[in-house]
């Protein structure tokens, strides 16, 4: 039952002697982080993740369940949302949701410019084998230059729903889906074409691929999804009225204006607002602050 909004969390850590750490790390039951924005948990030799949901459960040895990520800016960690069982399944109703999820150019890990991956789903049982895991994935804007969303070790059970993404200028693959239990994907949009690859299981698909061998995203679609500075939706993008209705789980965007209630929806973490959608790109950080 705990709540983390409205926080700012960035680090600004020399590349030789800063050693920064994740940003929120929960675990637990009926949890909701919700407007936060973090940034920059970077450093040269160690892994930080920007929001890590884990399946340690909670005190009353329930496991974790009804953590709600959503309407968040995440940008430049390694993984900036990491769902991890480790020692227990992920059940209940967990949303990642409206979350505007990117890199810039100067992002830096282990040496190495621009290794980032957007959404990672993690259902690894340490000792061996895997938990199943019960996620949502809807409506996020994913400007990822490694990986978009990747989902690795899921086991049978699980319930993993993926609709309404906004993928934009991934490097390596816009989703990877390496462990394919309980899968559902659909309603997303691939911007930029129809060149770079979903991966389900050891096999790489273009869209169209993917869609020809019956694997979802029967309404997926690529092309120019044409986005503001902030990645809020311009009205010349055609992943305009693209997505699927989702009102029975949440009914506004990341910015709080109403989602249709009947229409379909934008794909993306901002619903179109006639006449130009805000840019809301996070402002930057003071550069006189230390981290120890």
Same mark, same amino acid.
């Given at each position: 039952? %705990?709540? &983390?909004?409205?926080?700012?969390?960035?680090?600004?850590?020399?590349?030789?002697?800063?050693?920064l750490e994740d940003g929120i790390t929960v675990t637990g039951t009926n949890i909701n982080i919700e407007n936060n924005i973090l +940034?920059?948990?970077?450093s040269y030799d160690t892994h930080p993740d920007g929001i890590i949901v884990q399946g340690d459960g909670d005190r009353n040895g329930n496991h974790t369940a009804n953590v709600k990520v959503w309407r968040n800016t995440?940008?430049?960690?390694? !993984?900036?949302?990491?769902?991890?069982?480790? +020692?227990?399944?992920?059940?209940?109703?967990?949303?990642?949701?409206?979350?505007?999820?990117?890199?810039?150019?100067?992002?830096?890990?282990?040496?190495?410019?621009?290794?980032?991956?957007?959404?990672?789903?993690?259902?690894?049982?340490?000792?061996?084998?895997?938990?199943?895991?019960?996620?949502?994935?809807?409506?996020?804007?994913?400007?990822?230059? !490694?990986?978009? %969303? *990747?989902?690795?070790?899921?086991?049978?059970?699980?319930?993993?729903?993926?609709? $309404?993404?906004?993928?934009?200028?991934?490097?390596?693959? *816009?989703?990877?889906? $390496?462990?394919?239990?309980?899968?559902?994907?659909?309603?997303?949009?691939?911007?930029?074409?129809?060149?770079?690859? %979903?991966?389900?299981?050891?096999?790489?698909?273009?869209?169209?691929? &993917? !869609?020809?061998?019956? %694997?979802?995203?029967?309404?997926?679609?690529?092309?120019?999804?044409?986005?503001?500075?902030? *990645?809020?939706?311009?009205?010349?993008?055609?992943?305009?009225?693209?997505?699927?209705?989702?009102?029975?789980? &949440?009914?506004?965007?990341?910015?709080?204006?109403?989602?249709?209630?009947?229409?379909?929806?934008?794909?993306?973490?901002?619903?179109?607002?006639?006449?130009?959608?805000?840019?809301?790109?996070?402002?930057?950080?003071?550069?006189?602050?230390?981290?120890?």
């Amino acid at each position: 039952n %705990l709540e &983390f909004s409205g926080n700012t969390i960035y680090g600004n850590a020399d590349e030789i002697t800063g050693k920064l750490e994740d940003g929120i790390t929960v675990t637990g039951t009926n949890i909701n982080i919700e407007n936060n924005i973090l +940034h920059d948990g970077w450093s040269y030799d160690t892994h930080p993740d920007g929001i890590i949901v884990q399946g340690d459960g909670d005190r009353n040895g329930n496991h974790t369940a009804n953590v709600k990520v959503w309407r968040n800016t995440i940008y430049n960690f390694s !993984q900036n949302i990491y769902f991890d069982a480790i +020692h227990n399944p992920l059940e209940g109703d967990n949303l990642i949701a409206n979350n505007l999820i990117y890199e810039t150019s100067n992002f830096r890990y282990g040496g190495a410019a621009n290794k980032v991956n957007g959404i990672v789903i993690d259902g690894e049982r340490l000792g061996g084998g895997s938990y199943p895991l019960s996620i949502k994935i809807y409506n996020n804007t994913i400007d990822s230059r !490694q990986v978009g %969303l *990747y989902v690795l070790r899921t086991a049978d059970g699980s319930v993993i729903d993926i609709r $309404n993404n906004l993928f934009v200028n991934p490097r390596y693959g *816009y989703a990877n889906i $390496n462990s394919t239990p309980g899968v559902n994907i659909d309603y997303n949009y691939y911007s930029g074409g129809d060149t770079r690859p %979903l991966k389900w299981g050891e096999t790489a698909y273009s869209l169209s691929g &993917f !869609q020809l061998a019956g %694997l979802g995203e029967t309404n997926g679609r690529t092309g120019n999804a044409n986005v503001n500075a902030g *990645y809020t939706e311009n009205a010349s993008s055609d992943s305009i009225d693209r997505g699927v209705n989702l009102s029975n789980f &949440f009914t506004i965007d990341k910015a709080g204006v109403a989602r249709p209630a009947t229409d379909p929806w934008d794909i993306g973490a901002y619903e179109y607002v006639g006449g130009g959608s805000p840019d809301t790109t996070p402002p930057s950080p003071p550069t006189n602050v230390s981290v120890q």
